[in-house]
């Protein structure tokens, strides 16, 4: 399970995209500060892909996914709440209400469930689900301008993370990109269309209700 909840965290980053920050900032980590001050909640479409080689973990963790292109979309209100829909090339729900975190497999038509907790903390999601804090939780740097994209480096301070570095890329007063390092030597790159930042959402856009049949699991 811990496999299947890295991903969510990991995949669950992508939700930034193309969303305005003010002119007045410059840097990426003056843009950073803007997009967690300014945008509570956001939908949207996401892309991953795997841009180098995955290596399967030393402890033969399960639930490894091959490499190649993800899509679907996304809808978040901070803090911790949050629906990340795989469509493509496989279903895959992952959502969470503020305190559980939900995984559904549509083809095994499974369920599995644990508390959200802490895990936020250190992670690539805080910058979308969590508090305003972020520099609690990372170590910010400038990296400068590559390929029009205005980049900056994030770097966990707690050890106790599946995720080495994040780098975030913002370009023309929006943020463009993530890419995600995990302690295996993954290299993970988020992209984002169609967003829509503080969208009204109705009540109980994150109540999960398992389908019906399923098979839910605490993990």
Known sequence: MKS???????LASLLASLMTV??????????????VAQVH????DFVQRQVNAPKAPASGVQGFRPSGTQSGNFVFARPGKFIWAYTKPYDQLLQADGENFYVYDKDLNQVTHRKLGNVLGASPAAI????????KSFDLRDVGVKDGIDWLEMTPKSKDTQFQQVGIGFKDGMLAAMELHDVFGNVT????????????LPAGTFKF???????????
């Open 41 to 44: 909640s956001a939908k949207g």
């Open 4 to 10: 299947v909840f890295r991903g969510a965290v990991l």
């Open 189 to 200: 790159l988020l992209t984002f269309t169609n967003v829509v930042k503080n969208p009204s």
């Open 128 to 135: 979308l689900f969590g508090s305003n804090d972020i520099e």
């Open 209 to 219: 209700t398992p389908p019906k049949g399923a098979d839910v699991i605490d993990g």
């Open 22 to 35: 003010s002119p007045a900032f410059a840097g990426g980590i003056d843009d950073l500060k803007a997009f």
